[in-house]
């Protein structure tokens, strides 16, 4: 069992970095598993691969429709393809690509999206995408993941190698604290308690992981008890764990580096409604386009910070 | 050596399931399915090694895809004559909890189907993924896919056209049913698409022409793209009439998206023969 003093952070690397290791990892162990990029194999921290199975890796140039409907004919032949570019040009722009030829198609592809959310940087608001995990959990037979660090990116991306249907898998750019066991084991579905608490649930998704895990240290310091649950798959949702958790403290806090519509919190949101109606506070964008900046900045100034995971486990306990 | 008038005589069938399928449900693509019937039929019955027991991956078998998804009649009709499923499925075209849905879908478990389409432009791409399997896997077959002309206003087209060449895809055919309509008209005049010759040429591909309404031309072209191994893909423009057997409907766009009333359906059945038996209403 986890819990708040062994999540320490051993160092950083970015999730992506946990992307190129874990495939090639599973490429190791499938041979049919095909790495495919639209120009941006550099992004993908994953020369490891390319250059130990030069023959799976596909080059598709900047056609990222056409990449995904390679990657559908791949897949209908047996192969395991896995997508990689940013997560805009993974989702918004080739959603009817993904919708008509992957997902109603019923295809195994594993779309495997870097550089999500405002941690990008300065790139600005064109490249970080933050309705993502909304357009993909609406896909039919669509699973949704999004880890929250180099290891268990890393170990993510070995499970849904393993796992047969189609898989949105969002990670990021920015160096990150390591801080989960590198052996911890990875199951697609299923929540990762982080810590055992009585006051309030708060739940978190990607990077915002991190900052839950010192929010809950901050807290507890206060001597207020934090069940911390990090929800790595957002869809299939543990609504087992969602709904034990929010029963227990009755009091309900989502984060996630998205817009507060359509990801984590509605998530939780809509599962809770139905059987156990919570308080809920969410820690996600305010319904708006990001900008430029350093990651750590903007993540404060959209209120994503460690103070702001506080700040609403305060207001969803005191409407207890 | 193909025996053209049974292949005839199998798509004369195909013809009359297509506006019956079309009519029944009041609802469908009568249009670009009568112009196809002889290209799926020598594509089916003739040209590529297929097996209608189906399994999806198709190893080892020639693949034919259907890009242009609202020409399902005729595509339903060829695979049910071929033993993919029962021709009398095909009573249940466009109805509630059939398989045989408006545009052709893996979803509902079909035999034959291999990827959803209808939402236009996407076919060649997935074709792509398909030839290069069979590359990896050292399966000499071909895949086939068919788009129309009108769907070459998609965008995807040309990354596809871009990919193939230079990923030397030469067991890889594309046929554009290079029709002239589209449904609010003549190409012409909806967006004109100018020389596919040329511009396929530019892309690095191997082109060929055809009379698809010709089907003893049809299957010697499309046996000489199936056997082409040169390092580059090929394509295929095939001239077809919108609406091919059936007088009132050749030759316009009206018949696109539009199923005949009783005595227009009588009137186009009149014209083409019933050779293998009419599936039962």
Same mark, same amino acid.
């Given at each position: 069992m986890l819990s708040l003093d062994k999540l320490q952070s051993t160092g950083k690397k970015a999730t992506r970095d946990g992307f190129g290791a874990g495939l090639k990892a599973a490429g190791d162990k499938h041979d049919n598993v095909i790495m495919l990029t639209a120009d941006l194999r550099g992004s993908m921290k994953s020369e490891d691969f390319i250059n130990t199975y030069p023959d799976r890796f596909i080059q598709c140039g900047i056609s990222e429709a056409n990449m995904m409907g390679v990657a559908a004919g791949l897949a209908t032949s047996g192969k395991i393809p896995m997508t990689t570019t940013f997560a805009n040009f993974s989702t918004g722009r080739v959603y009817d690509q993904i919708r008509q030829s992957i997902a109603y198609s019923d295809k195994n592809v594993k779309i495997c999206a870097s550089h999500a959310g405002l941690t990008l940087g300065e790139d600005g608001a064109t490249h970080q995408i933050l309705e993502d995990i909304g357009m993909m959990r609406m896909l039919p037979g669509m699973t949704v993941i999004n880890p929250c660090d180099y290891n268990q990116t890393k170990a993510a991306v070995q499970a849904i190698a393993e796992h047969h249907g189609p898989v949105y898998l969002r990670f990021g750019r920015p160096g990150w604290p390591i801080f989960i066991p590198e052996d911890q084991k990875f199951e697609i579905g299923k929540a990762l308690h982080l810590n055992e608490g009585s006051d309030v649930s708060i739940f978190a998704t990607g990077h915002l992981v991190w900052h839950a895990v010192e929010a809950a240290r901050e807290l507890e310091a206060e001597g207020i008890s934090v069940d911390l649950i990090n929800i790595h798959t957002i869809k299939p949702l543990d609504e087992a764990a969602v709904i034990a958790s929010a029963k227990k403290t009755g009091a309900v806090v989502s984060c996630e580096e998205h817009n507060k519509y359509g990801g984590l919190g509605s998530a939780i949101a809509e599962c809770l409604s139905k059987s156990a109606p919570t308080f809920q506070e969410f820690v996600a964008t305010d319904d708006t386009f990001g900008e430029s900046g350093k990651a750590a900045d903007l993540l404060d100034k959209y209120g994503l910070g460690i103070k702001d995971i506080v700040a609403a486990a305060k207001r969803a306990m005191a409407k207890k | 050596m193909a025996d053209i008038q049974e292949l005839q005589r199998i798509a004369s069938q195909v013809r009359r399931d297509i506006i019956r399928q079309v009519h029944l449900c009041q609802s469908g693509h009568p249009g670009g399915s009568l112009g196809n019937a002889d290209l799926l039929t020598a594509l089916y019955f003739e040209v590529m090694e297929n *097996?209608? /027991? $189906?399994?999806? +991956?198709? #190893?080892g078998e020639d693949i034919f895809l259907l @890009?242009?998804?609202?020409? /399902?009649p005729v595509f339903y009709s060829v695979l049910a004559h071929r033993g993919? $499923?029962? =021709? #009398? +499925?095909?009573?249940? $075209?466009?109805?509630?909890? @059939?398989? =045989?849905?408006?545009h052709p879908t893996t979803h509902e478990g079909l035999p034959g189907i291999r990827i959803a389409s209808? /939402?236009?432009?996407?076919g060649p791409s997935v074709a792509c993924g398909m030839a290069l399997a069979k590359r990896m896997d050292g399966d000499d077959k071909t895949v086939f896919v068919l788009t129309g002309d009108g769907e070459q206003q998609e965008g995807q087209i040309w990354e596809a056209a871009l990919f193939a060449p230079h990923n030397k895809l030469d067991n890889l055919v594309l046929i554009i049913d *290079?029709?002239?309509?589209q449904i609010d008209g003549p190409t012409e005049e909806v967006l004109k698409l100018g020389s596919f010759e040329e511009k396929y040429k530019a892309f690095g591909w191997d082109i060929m022409h055809m009379d698809g309404n010709d089907m003893a031309e049809t299957v010697k072209v499309l046996k000489e793209a199936q056997a082409k191994r040169n390092g580059k893909p090929t394509c295929i423009v095939m001239k077809t009439e919108m609406g091919k057997g059936v007088d009132y409907m050749e030759g316009t766009h009206k018949w696109h998206g539009k199923a005949p009333n009783d005595e227009l359906a009588e009137k186009a059945l009149a014209q083409l +023969? +019933?050779?293998?038996g009419d599936f039962p209403a």
């Open positions: - | *097996d209608p /027991s $189906f399994n999806m +991956e198709g #190893k @890009s242009n998804g609202h020409i /399902s993919y $499923f029962p =021709v #009398k +499925e095909l009573a249940t $075209f466009r109805q509630i909890n @059939s398989r =045989v849905q408006g209808g /939402s236009l432009g996407q *290079d029709n002239g309509q +023969e +019933e050779t293998l």
